[in-house]
């Protein structure tokens, strides 16, 4: 959460600072501000709200300066107003941070008992008074390192000091921070998303490390200021990704991509000629794995689930998932003989990330489902496997969990015939009707008068809820977090068989229910329990797949057909309807559908 940006140039850099926070906005939207620097001045603006606001503010001062720091807030200490917006400033210094100082009371005690005057209620503001307190009898390098010792936490840094002309310095702990190399300028930025319409040379800060930005030179420095080297990357550059382009929305475009990027990741997994999966340079041979651990958060936990089932389905695997903040903090029994798959888009999640390093640090087999491949998640796991999606700009998750879903099928495949647990003419079977998925997912993605209108009922109830068994359990939870973080209604996905058992209680009349019944091992007992609502008075909105035979149930309030696939890839198919009705309730109500409220895209606090 929240977006840094620094820029030491031999230009201007204000409004180079304000194209990269548009860029970072999707990391924090509440306010956001900008210092810069010159001639031992350092000028600052701040602003509630957009990044817009942040601009014609800017408009009406004249913020000189060749040096700088920017900052888009996601509010953990302090409500979102100017006085808690970044960056924070003393006399001597101006602060921009992501992340969370959680001994920052203490701290704050330690610095007032020494005559230090706090204006906000931030974390962040305690950094600032310690780093000019130790200016005092130090040099910068030093002053750094005994900064950041005394900070437990995580975060992400970007300094400006009054006295030092062309100077930037970034700290890293926990949260990711890149540096940017340009002609006679460097920058900073919370991931390359920010630094890519500058630079396409790039470098990481690993964990503990910190480094000193002037225009032509960077140097990066360990927690104890040892000089360390650094690998330059470069980075494939694809701007119009980045773009709405004839969209509304970057959810709308990345839901009507998503037939174009299943078909990424096919190309990438899949030997057309042979249907067989390429997944090569494994560091573990996969028929000694007995066991799977899938940990992720939000959207890519419910890929996690989607996947246990499949995994239960198509080998002899023993299967576990895992709420990443629920694992880290668990009494772990770690299993040398299981495999640990890490989900997430990100690949920034700091639940997720830390659930990763402690078992890296138990030495267990890791692996991640990504779709950053810069991030910190893909870069410690000891082997990646990424979803091929293009970046996922809409903080709703929507391209990327048909993408996680893929891999992990792909993976479930390789791994239930590697372990000889699915017969080779399945297998290829199984491999040629995935190909044939984007297919239909575009042939699904044409629904949508229908959506439209019934999306209204959504938007005008108190609540609603949304059933699945079986494959269409994780489905039926995706649907109603999409639901809930988009248009705010309250949602509940429940397993269909499960009603009886409470939250029948709910059902009153006009209640909207969606109810994923595919034509599946299920079908019938879901028509049941979808009867149990509608005799309640439930408003039903059955979401099937297509079929000669006619859903034989009266009272149905709607039905939508999704295409036919066989029963592993229907999920792919009842999510596309899903996707819609949250966007177009989410759009009926007029919400920012691309930043809905109190949340962000890559979620880097715990
Ligand atoms: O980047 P990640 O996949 O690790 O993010 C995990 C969740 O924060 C994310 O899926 C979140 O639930 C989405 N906003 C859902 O649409």
Redesign the pocket.
Same mark, same amino acid.
């Given at each position: 959460m929240c977006g840094i940006i620094g820029i030491t140039s031999n230009k201007s850099v204000s409004s180079a600072i304000i194209n990269s926070l548009r860029k970072l906005e999707y990391r924090g939207y509440d306010s956001s501000g900008l210092a810069t620097l010159s001639e031992g001045i350092i000028y600052e603006v701040k602003s509630e709200g957009r990044v817009d606001n942040l601009e014609k503010n800017l408009a009406t001062k004249n913020m000189l300066g060749s040096v700088g720091i920017g900052h888009v807030r996601w509010a953990t200490h302090g409500i979102p107003n100017t006085v808690n917006a970044h960056p924070h400033s003393s006399e001597n210094v101006s602060i921009v941070h992501n992340g969370i100082i959680e001994n920052s009371t203490i701290l704050k005690k330690y610095l007032i008992s020494k005559g230090h005057i706090f204006k906000s209620q931030t974390d962040t503001e305690v950094i600032v008074h310690l780093i000019t307190e130790y200016l005092k009898e130090n040099n910068l390098k030093d002053s750094i390192v005994k900064m950041l010792k005394q900070l437990h936490g995580s975060f992400a840094l970007g300094i400006i000091f009054k006295d030092k002309p062309d100077l930037i310095v970034g700290a890293r702990r926990g949260s990711p921070l890149a540096v940017g190399y340009g002609p006679n300028e460097n920058y900073l930025g919370s991931d390359s998303y920010a630094l890519k319409s500058m630079t396409n040379k790039i470098s990481y800060l690993d964990d503990g490390e910190f480094c000193v930005l002037k225009k032509d030179q960077v140097d990066f420095f360990d927690e104890n200021g040892k000089k360390v080297n650094k690998k330059v990357l470069e980075l494939s550059s694809n701007e119009e990704n980045y773009e709405k382009g004839e969209f509304k929305h970057f959810m709308a475009k990345e839901i009507e991509e998503q037939p174009t990027t299943l078909k990424n990741c096919i190309k990438e997994y899949i030997d057309n000629i042979n249907n067989d999966i390429n997944i090569f340079n494994i560091p573990w041979d996969l028929k000694e794995i007995s066991s799977i651990t899938l940990i992720?958060?939000?959207?890519?936990?419910?890929s996690c689930l989607m996947a246990k089932y499949w995994f239960e389905e198509l080998t002899k695997l023993d299967v576990t998932i895992d709420i990443?903040s629920e694992f880290r903090y668990r009494k772990n029994r770690f299993k040398k003989e299981s495999l640990y798959i890490f989900?997430?888009?990100?690949? $920034?999640?700091a639940d997720?990330y830390a659930a990763l390093d402690l078992c890296n640090k138990n030495k267990m087999k890791t692996c991640s489902v990504?779709?950053?491949i810069e991030s910190s998640?893909a870069r410690d796991s000891k082997f990646v496997l990424p979803i091929h999606c293009g970046p996922e700009i809409g903080?709703?998750?929507?391209k990327?969990?048909l993408g996680?879903m893929m891999v992990l099928y792909i993976f479930t495949l390789k791994l239930a015939f590697l372990k000889k647990d699915l017969k080779k003419e399945i297998y290829i079977q199984k491999i040629k009707d995935l190909k044939n998925l984007p297919q239909l997912v575009e042939k699904t993605l044409l629904i949508e008068s229908q959506i439209q209108t019934i999306s209204s009922t959504f938007t005008d109830a108190k609540g609603s809820m949304f059933l699945g068994r079986g494959f269409s359990y994780p489905i039926a939870l995706?649907g109603a977090?999409?639901l809930k $973080?988009l248009a705010y209604v309250h949602a509940e996905g429940y397993p269909a068989g499960e009603m009886k058992h409470g939250p029948l209680a709910l059902i009153e009349d006009g209640i909207p229910v969606v109810v994923l019944a595919p034509r599946d091992n299920y079908y019938q007992k879901t028509i049941s329990n979808m009867q149990e609502v509608i005799a309640r008075g439930a408003k039903v909105l059955l979401i099937t797949n297509k079929s000669k035979d006619e859903v034989v149930s009266e009272n149905i309030w709607q039905t939508i057909e999704v295409e036919n696939a066989n029963d592993d890839l229907l999920p792919f198919l009842l999510t596309i309807p899903l996707q819609k009705l949250a966007y177009y309730s989410a759009l009926k109500k007029g919400y920012d559908i691309d930043k809905?409220r109190n949340?962000a895209?890559?979620?880097t606090v715990e």
């Open positions: 992720g958060c939000g959207t890519a936990y419910h990443a989900i997430s888009q990100s690949g $920034e999640t997720t990504v779709n950053v998640i903080v709703a998750s929507t990327a969990f996680q995706e977090l999409k $973080e809905p949340l895209k890559s979620v």
